[in-house]
T-cell receptor
């Protein structure tokens, strides 16, 4: 069955380190999205992509970057991790005009 | 004013009763409306989506959309303890694949 997988599921790191979260989908969806979820804020869009080589900033993109070199993957990189980036991160994908489906999430703690 | 607003709850409903969840949105250009269910520690799961004014039914779930009043609701009939979760409302604008989420309503079904 087609699916969307995120790795790692849990990660603990230190401030200042570079961190990359992986997202891989096998639905062949054009659209991929990264969100963070924090208590009291709900899901907030970090970056998104509508296809290979296309990337766009969301509402909370500062300190994050993405690249889309193929259809299946959209890795999220924290260039220099900060404690304010401790959160649960969700990746989602969709086809145009269709609902988004989410991965299981990555819980990231930055000490 | 938040773009998508939901009552955070908690909303407590007796088992077997109807649970009514409401969501209002500010942008009249909003085109598509989605309800996601999220169990504690899990990822959002699509329950229903609606594009046109009126009601859309799927099993025990009914989504209702009123674009003139800018609200969308989710009714859950014959509520079960397994319906206890946080329900997220999401909208997107015409021609835009991005979703804007509300902060969610926590629903508790009391046996």
């Amino acid at each position: 069955d087609a699916e969307i997988t995120q790795s790692p599921r849990h990660k603990i790191t230190e401030t200042g380190r570079q961190v990359t979260l992986a997202c891989h989908q096998t639905w062949n969806h054009n659209n991929m999205f990264w969100y963070r979820q924090d208590l009291g804020h709900g899901l907030r869009l970090i970056h998104y992509s509508y296809g290979v080589q296309d990337t766009n900033k969301g509402e909370v993109s500062d300190g994050y970057s993405v690249s889309r070199s193929n259809t299946e993957d959209l890795p999220l990189t924290l260039e220099s991790a900060a404690s304010s980036q401790t959160s649960v991160y969700f990746c989602a994908s969709s086809d145009f005009g269709q609902p988004q489906h989410f991965g299981d999430g990555t819980r990231l703690s930055i000490l | 004013q938040k773009e998508v607003e939901q009552n955070s709850g908690p909303l407590s409903v007796p088992e077997g009763a109807i649970a009514s969840l409401n969501c209002t949105y500010s942008d009249r250009g909003s085109q598509s409306f989605f309800w996601y269910r999220q169990y504690s520690g899990k990822s959002p799961e699509l329950i229903m989506f609606i594009y046109s004014n009126g009601d859309k039914e799927d099993g025990r779930f009914t989504a209702q959309l009123n674009k003139a009043s800018q609200y969308v609701s989710l009714l859950i009939r014959d509520s079960q303890p397994s319906d206890s979760a946080t329900y997220l409302c999401a909208v997107n604008l015409f021609g835009n694949e991005k979703l804007t989420f509300g902060t969610g309503t926590r629903l508790t079904i009391i046996p």
